[in-house]
């Protein structure tokens, strides 16, 4: 790149630098820019406006000023700075002792930070990416440089921080002291690690609850899991259509509605119960709530999701390899024993290991359904949301869940990731596969049956139960009052006016699910290209970072944004914002999956060619990548956009009373019973993410035609 | 000839510990064909990547017509690449293919879009235009890529392995044409082979690279005639490499002695096999005889090893068994060590 390029970029930043301190209100909620607030006595803020105006001196005189050693200097500074002095001064004061003796006005403390402070820390982080891109990284493609530096430091700030704080959170004490002493006596103790259950004595801790309830939900699910991908890979069983419809059902599901659907059925005063009772004079009990409810709820969320892994293994293994068994004399049985399962078994622990994440991070099934068992997501959300409220004791847990879910996540990134046995060559892999033998056939429809049963009961209360007088005493009158209360409206001369209960929570959900899809989308694509297509220092680090989003279950998310960003200088709880940045950080993940699968498809020279005929980072994306990935970007955007409208293990912690989201309102309608107003409303959230997801389709098939007739109209030429 | 296209100033590329380019240094003038060339793993195609800007060097300079290009991307350079895979746009047509480097460097879409059609008229594709590229043959595809790579009129034009995918019966045919495009247009051209008949075919000159750096630069004639190395000799064509000594301008092997002058002392000769011509009677023996059409191939056993020899089918075949005299003119052996 010429001198003159760089002059010009430089000047962008630093002009951006310089916007930021001397103009825009520096602190949350108003108020001077950083020049102001320095010269009334803020003196601190002072050297953010030198270095803005440094930079722009150096860039403007410089013959490069990202090789200059001043650019450097200048840059470095300023992120340390902006940093160090927005944790070094609180809202009520320095936070190291002595500091108000040295800047006399820091004693009155300082705001957040405001639109100022973030456009500041954007200029000097986009500085820094085409600093270090003038000096080699990235082979000098500024986009990707771009891309990176930006990354790194979105997930440093909105994933890695608030961790950091979390793990800081569980050493203070009641009274505000930090020491080891209260961390220690939160990790050791007996409510936590009790065993009484397992010797039939009493009941057991919350941790043992939690890894007894994800070993079995894991276990199950996987069971089922492997007997559906079974069926529908390897048997002429006649309903496999039937069994991938019913596997994507769970994934659009709002929570707590299978669990007021299995209350509804099997409750003490349930469908079911009553039935039998009368039937067979089983005395009605509350068996369900506990263990059995919620084993019974996350089974059926979770074996779509090990059925897709083991499925997508299962059509993976060559069939040669089959056949090649045969051929050597082997019969059915034999073959399956012993070539088809140990190519199996990476899928299954894989499954395995991701249903244990997903039951120990799961919160919608054991708040409903959990009874007097307690789990470790239900116990944090009462230690921040109920009556004695201390942030150190859910710290403290979150931490031990973490620790959970993440190393099983680096059991199966290390272990299970390697054993992998990728039969898939390119080579010629024709061949028949074969068929299972009938034993195993007929044992995978034993499993199957009453899954299906049951989830088409589940589903038979859902769609029913919302429109109904009320479902839980099987009073079936039609009606749509539960609706109407969730939606009522009327029109008048003024317009619309919007009065049901639900309408706040439902618009203010799909804003931020708009918001997030995208975002999480765009996020999640370009860090799949980065990973693929990229070779940079700490790549390692940064694809393991990205994927460790994952694992971090949703309620550890909440509290540990609780703990970061309720405080200066990251101040943003309470506003849409941090429903947004909370989805898009937690399901970038998967938007980088379908990504890295869609890009490993495509020749990267084509990438190369764009480059070499003059295109940047930014065109060969638009250019290039883009169009060629289109599936997975669909994919991508649903998936975000419905993880969004439907989770809500993160959000509970975040919702305030201004921006409330569907599922929390459907968690306050479960716990105060009224269950056929939650289903109501289920259907309707079930219903709009249809619709929204049918027009997304609709919305990117349509850009493709736009494509085609832009050639079309090349032919004219 | 004498202006200067490329220059590398000792580069250097390493990928963590792996060294890819060991420190090279050479000139490439302007209007000439230059082929890389050397066994897999040996920096070619990193070299070429170099100079398209795909690759960074970690130490050194690549100067394109003067300018130094070391840390410039590859958007920043003029250079055009015909990649081994083509890397056509599967989802643009051929003429979109071709205008798209002259858009993305500002010329408007319908002036591009002349621009490319006269460019594809040039390689002879015309009427192909509103194609897809997965609608033509392989041949047809090359030509769009070399249309798209020439059409910003760039100081080099570089080529991966151009005839990788063309099947084997094509080649000459396409090789050819590239190299008559090149010609025609007065184009610079880095081209990166591991053929070595491939490269004695297309280059003005041929680099021979050997584990990241540059074992011979020259002419085909001077790599096949006077290889400077063991290594050139057996890579460039078939050589017999004789072991021996040199002293008093005379080179001795076991059973071979011939005048060679140059330095005294431990030496190797490298014999091309159709140098050497056969005469019945005499203390070597025909251990083998290949027939390959054109030629037959003896296998030799003499007391200086086995040698290969090569004899064109219009001689009198000699049958295995046969004793045999090597007749060597002393002008075709080189000295290899």
């Given at each position: 790149m010429?001198g003159?390029?760089?002059r010009?970029i430089?000047l962008?930043?630093s002009g ?6 001397l ?7 108003g108020?001077?820019?950083a020049?102001?607030?320095?010269l009334?006595?803020?003196?601190w ?18 013959r ?6 001043a650019g450097?200097?200048l ?6 700075w902006?940093i ?10 320095p936070a190291?002792?002595?500091l108000?003796?040295?800047l006399?006005a820091?004693?009155a403390?300082?705001?957040?930070f405001?639109w ?8 000097l982080?986009?500085?820094l990416a ?6 080699g ?25 608030p961790?950091?704080?979390l793990?800081a ?5 009641a009274?505000g ?6 961390f220690?006596?939160r990790?050791?103790a007996p409510?936590?690690w ?10 057991c801790?919350?941790v043992?609850n ?6 079995l939900?894991a276990?199950l699910a ?18 496999k ?14 929570p707590?509605v299978v669990?007021v659907?299995?209350i ?7 469908i ?5 009772a009368?039937?067979m ?6 068996w369900?709530?506990?263990l059995?409810?919620?084993?019974m ?11 897709l892994v083991?499925l997508?293994a299962?059509e ?5 390899l089959?056949e090649a068994?045969t051929t ?7 073959t399956?024993?012993?070539?088809t399962?140990p190519?199996l ?11 244990f994440?997903?039951?120990?991070s799961?919160f919608?099934n054991?708040?409903?359904l ?13 230690a921040v949301?109920?009556?004695q409220?201390?942030?150190?004791h ?9 620790a959970?879910?993440v ?9 299970v990731?390697?054993a992998?046995?990728?039969?898939v060559t ?5 061949g ?13 429809i034993a499993?199957v ?6 989830t088409?009961?589940i589903?038979a ?10 479902i839980?005493r099987?009073?079936?009158t039609?009606t749509?009052a539960?609706?109407?209360t ?12 919007l ?5 706040n929570?439902?618009?203010?959900t799909?804003w931020?699910?708009a918001?997030?899809?995208p ?16 070779d940079?220092?700490g790549?390692?680090?940064f694809?393991?970072g990205?994927l460790?989003?994952f694992?971090v279950?949703?309620t550890?998310?909440?509290v540990s944004?609780i703990?970061?960003?309720?405080v200066?200088p ?9 429903l ?6 937690r399901?970038?993940?998967v938007?980088m ?15 190369e ?6 295109a ?6 638009v250019?290039?990548?883009l169009p060629?990935?289109?599936p ?14 439907t989770a ?12 409330n989201?569907a ?8 716990e105060n019973g ?13 219903l709009v993410?249809m619709a929204?997801i049918a027009l997304?389709?609709?919305g990117i ?11 079309s ?5 | 000839m ?12 390493r990928?963590?510990e792996?060294?890819a380019?060991a420190?090279?240094?050479l ?6 064909l230059?082929?890389?060339l ?5 920096g070619?195609?990193?070299?070429l990547?170099l100079?398209?800007?795909l ?11 003067g300018?130094?290009v070391?840390r410039?991307?590859a958007s920043?350079r ?6 081994q895979s083509y890397a056509l746009f599967p989802?643009?047509?051929?003429l ?20 490319a059609?006269?460019i594809?008229d ?7 235009h ?10 047809q595809q ?10 910003q009129?760039?100081?080099?034009i570089l080529?991966?392995?151009p005839?990788?995918n063309?099947d084997a019966?094509?080649?000459r045919k396409?090789?050819e ?6 010609r025609r ?5 880095v ?5 070595q008949e491939?490269?004695l075919?297309?280059s003005d000159r041929?680099?021979?690279m050997?584990?990241g750096?540059?074992a011979?630069?020259g002419?085909p ?10 290594f050139i ?7 017999n ?10 080179f001795t ?13 431990q030496?190797?000769?490298s014999?091309?096999?159709?140098r ?13 005889a290949?027939y ?6 003896y296998?030799i056993?003499?007391p200086?090893?086995d ?5 064109p089918?219009t ?12 007749r060597?003119?002393p002008?075709?052996a080189?000295?290899?060590?």
């Open positions: 010429s003159v390029d760089a010009r430089g962008v930043w951006l630098l310089l916007l930021a301190v103009l825009l209100p520096w602190f949350k909620g108020g001077g820019s020049l102001t607030q320095a009334e006595g803020r003196v803020l002072m050297p953010l406006v030198a270095i803005g105006g440094g930079l722009a001196l150096l860039s403007a005189m410089a490069d000023w990202r090789i200059h050693p450097a200097v840059v470095g500074a300023g992120l340390v902006l160090l002095q927005g944790f070094a001064i609180g809202l009520r004061g190291i002792a002595g108000e003796t040295l006399p820091s004693a403390g300082q705001p957040g405001g100022g402070a973030w456009i500041a820390g954007i200029a982080i986009g500085a085409d600093l270090l891109a003038g000096r990284f990235c082979r000098g493609e500024r986009f990707a440089a771009l891309s990176i530096i930006g990354i790194v430091a979105a997930l440093s700030l909105f994933v890695f921080f961790i950091l704080r793990v959170t569980a050493f203070v004490a009274d002291t930090v020491s080891l002493a209260p220690a006596a990790l050791t409510e936590l009790a065993t009484r259950c397992l010797t039939g004595a009493g009941r801790g919350v043992i939690s890894v007894i309830l994800g070993v939900s276990t996987t069971a089922l899991g492997l007997a559906l991908a079974l069926l529908v890979a390897r048997t002429d069983f006649r309903l259509r039937l069994l991938r419809a019913l596997s994507i059902l769970p994934i659009i599901t709002p707590f669990g659907a299995i509804v059925l099997f409750g003490r005063t349930g079911v119960t009553v039935e039998l009368e039937l004079g089983i005395r009605p009990t509350r369900i709530y506990g059995p409810g919620i084993l709820a996350q089974v059926l969320a979770f074996a779509p999701v090990t059925f083991i997508s299962l993976a293994i060559n069939p040669t089959e068994s050597l004399g082997a019969r059915p049985v034999t399956f024993r012993r070539v399962w190519l078994r990476p899928a299954l622990a894989a499954a395995f290991l991701l249903a994440i997903e039951s120990l799961d919608g054991p708040i409903v959990g009874g007097s068992y307690d789990v470790l997501s239900t116990r944090i959300f009462f949301v109920g009556a409220y201390d942030l150190g859910a710290a403290t847990l979150s931490l031990i869940l973490l959970l879910t190393g099983a996540f680096w059991v199966q990134q290390r272990w990731g390697r992998s046995y990728v039969t390119g080579k010629s892999d024709a028949l596969t074969a068929a299972v033998p009938p034993l195993v056939k007929w044992a995978a499993a049956v009453p899954f299906v049963v049951f088409t009961g589903y209360i859902v769609l029913v139960g919302g429109f109904v007088g009320d839980a099987m009073d079936l039609p749509i539960h609706v109407w969730a939606f009522s409206f009327e029109i008048t001369d003024r317009g619309v006016q009065f049901g209960s639900a309408w929570s439902m618009i203010t799909l931020v699910s918001l997030s899809a975002l999480t989308m765009g996020i999640g694509i370009l860090t799949a290209w980065l990973i693929t297509r990229q940079f220092t790549k390692r680090l694809e393991f990205t460790l989003s694992a279950p949703g550890v998310v909440g944004y703990a970061a960003f309720n200066p990251i101040d943003i709880t309470g506003t849409l914002w941090i947004v940045i909370c989805f898009v950080f399901n970038m993940a938007g999956r379908a990504g890295v699968a869609a890009l490993a498809q495509i020749d990267r020279s084509m990438e060619a764009s480059q070499t005929m003059g940047g980072g930014g065109r060969v994306m250019d290039v990548v060629l990935i289109k997975a970007i669909f994919t991508a955007l649903v998936y975000a956009f419905v993880t969004a409208m809500v293990s993160a959000v509970i912690f975040l919702v305030s009373a201004r921006h989201m599922t929390a309102y459907i968690m306050g309608r479960v009224e269950f056929a107003l939650a289903i109501a409303y289920s259907t309707v959230l079930m993410m929204c997304m389709n609709l098939g349509r850009r493709k035609l736009g494509r085609r007739s832009a050639l109209k090349g032919k004219a030429t | 004498t202006e200067t296209a490329i220059e590398f100033r000792g580069v250097v590329k990928y963590g792996a060294v380019v420190g090279i240094d000139t490439i003038a302007k209007g000439e230059v082929t890389f050397g066994p897999s793993g040996c070619k195609t990193t070299s990547r100079i398209a800007g690759e960074l060097p970690s130490e050194g300079q690549v100067l394109i017509a300018r130094d070391s410039d991307p920043a003029n250079v055009g690449m015909v990649f989802h643009m047509s051929v979109d293919n071709v205008a798209y480097g002259p858009v993305i460097r500002g010329t408007k879409r319908p002036a591009a879009r002349a621009r059609a006269e594809l040039q390689v002879g594709l015309s009427g192909l509103q194609r897809l590229p997965s609608e033509l043959s392989g041949g090359q030509r769009v890529a070399v249309a798209r790579a020439i059409v009129q760039p100081d080099v080529f991966d392995e005839l990788s063309v019966k094509l080649r396409v090789r044409e590239i190299r008559s495009l090149q247009f007065g184009l610079t051209a081209y990166v082979t591991h053929d491939e490269a075919a297309v041929i680099v021979v050997q584990q750096r540059i011979q630069i002419t004639a001077d790599l096949y005639e006077r290889p400077a190395s063991p000799a057996d890579f460039i064509g078939d050589a490499l004789i072991a021996g000594h040199v002293a008093q301008g005379r092997a076991p059973g071979l002695s011939l005048d060679v002058p140059g330095p005294e002392g030496a190797m000769l014999l091309r096999p159709e050497i011509g056969l005469d019945p009677g005499g203390p070597d023996l025909i251990a083998s290949t390959l059409g054109s030629r037959i191939e296998g056993q003499t200086a090893g040698l290969l020899v090569s004899r089918i001689e009198t075949p000699l049958p295995v068994g046969t004793r045999v005299h090597l060597i003119d002008k075709d080189s000295r290899v060590a």
